[in-house]
């Protein structure tokens, strides 16, 4: 089954404490996304990747970092989680061969307490 | 900064009407667009995308492209209860790499 698959899909964490929620896709796609949603702000991009070893930052790119070692995997990591990160994130991909559909995961809700 | 505009809502609407929802954007070199649905606590699903001006409709759905006026709608026919959601509309562009901007959404009800 074609699925974007990211863990853990619900962590509740402390102040400064780092974290990594990974994201992985079984369908070879080129280009790899995360998102965050807050109520009324809508989903905006934190960082989003080409290919292996291309990352550009989003328009939320701050307090987060990623890596694009292999084409399945993109990690979000948090390397210091301030309350403000509390958030649903959502994991996605698509084939980007132009205005392709994207594939999100099912979401990780974090709170940093 | 490519932006993506939509109402916010809640559109309430009855079960059985037609429910219009509305989204303009403001790159005019914009070639892709697409309606993302997004039931509460869930990620967004794709249900229509549109990349010439007119209609497209499938099953109960018509998208309507109009780039002149850079807008693009969707239009649910006998609209369930069932199709309570958030509505994302997305706009792609190839000066954008063909990353989508989303829009924050239109919350719509349908009540029985």
């Known amino acids: 089954e074609a699925q974007v698959t990211q863990n853990p899909r619900y962590l509740i964490t402390v102040t400064g404490k780092k974290l990594t929620v990974t994201c992985s896709q079984n369908m070879n796609h080129e280009y790899m996304s995360w998102y965050r949603q807050d109520p009324g702000l809508g989903l905006r991009q934190i960082y989003y990747s080409m290919n292996v070893e291309v990352t550009d930052k989003g328009d939320v790119p701050e307090g987060y970092k990623v890596s694009r070692k292999e084409k399945r995997n993109f990690p979000l990591i948090l390397e210091s989680p301030s309350p403000n990160q509390t958030s649903l994130y959502f994991c996605?991909?698509?084939?980007?061969?132009?205005?392709?559909?994207?594939?999100f995961g099912e979401g990780s809700w974090l709170t940093v307490v | 900064q490519k932006e993506v505009e939509q109402n916010s809502g809640p559109l309430s609407v009855p079960e059985g009407a037609i429910a219009s929802l509305n989204c303009t954007y403001s790159d005019r070199g914009s070639q892709s667009f697409f309606w993302y649905r997004q039931y509460s606590g869930k990620s967004p699903e794709l249900i229509m995308s549109i990349y010439s001006n007119g209609d497209k409709e499938d099953g109960r759905f018509t998208a309507q492209l109009n780039k002149a006026s850079q807008y693009v709608s969707l239009l649910i026919r006998d609209s369930q209860p069932s199709d309570s959601a958030t509505y994302l509309c997305?706009?792609?562009?190839?000066?954008?790499?063909?990353?989508?901007?989303f829009g924050r959404g239109t919350s719509l009800i349908v009540h029985p």
């Open positions: 996605a991909s698509s084939p980007w061969t132009g205005g392709n559909t994207i594939y």
């Open positions: 997305a706009v792609a562009s190839s000066g954008g790499s063909y990353i989508p901007t």
